[in-house]
Nanobody, 116 residues
């Protein structure tokens, strides 16, 4: 099993920035990718950004150029730097980890609210 703990959400004005963190523990040696998903009220959970063990990244079109996913392997931590935030970025953000025939595992979620 893998345990994921997120932090860094909050309230920010449009155009502002936030950084989310997700730290993994447990049987992480089987994980080959981690990422961030988000779910707005009444909507499905969608992928935001994913980073693989080799550093390859992928982003949803809606966040390209504004969000950056990165990882710090020594701390088993993945970050999501979110810049130029928009009201439509408001959602609960979930950390995800998975491997071949393993997982997915989810964090508890952290609320991000973009509002003036």
């Amino acid at each position: 099993q893998v345990h994921l703990v997120e932090s860094g959400g909050g309230l920010v004005q449009p155009g502002g920035s936030l950084r989310l963190s997700c730290t993994a523990s447990g049987s992480i040696f089987r994980i080959n990718a981690m990422g961030w998903y988000r779910q707005a009220p009444g909507k499905q959970r969608d992928v935001v950004a994913v980073i693989s063990n080799n550093g390859t990244t992928n982003y949803a079109d809606s966040v390209k150029g504004r969000f950056t996913i990165s990882r710090e392997n020594a701390k088993n931590t993945v970050y999501l730097q979110m810049n130029s935030l928009k009201p439509e970025d408001t959602a609960v953000y979930y950390c995800n980890a998975h491997g071949p025939y393993y997982g997915p595992f989810w964090g508890q979620g952290t609320q991000v609210t973009v509002s003036s």
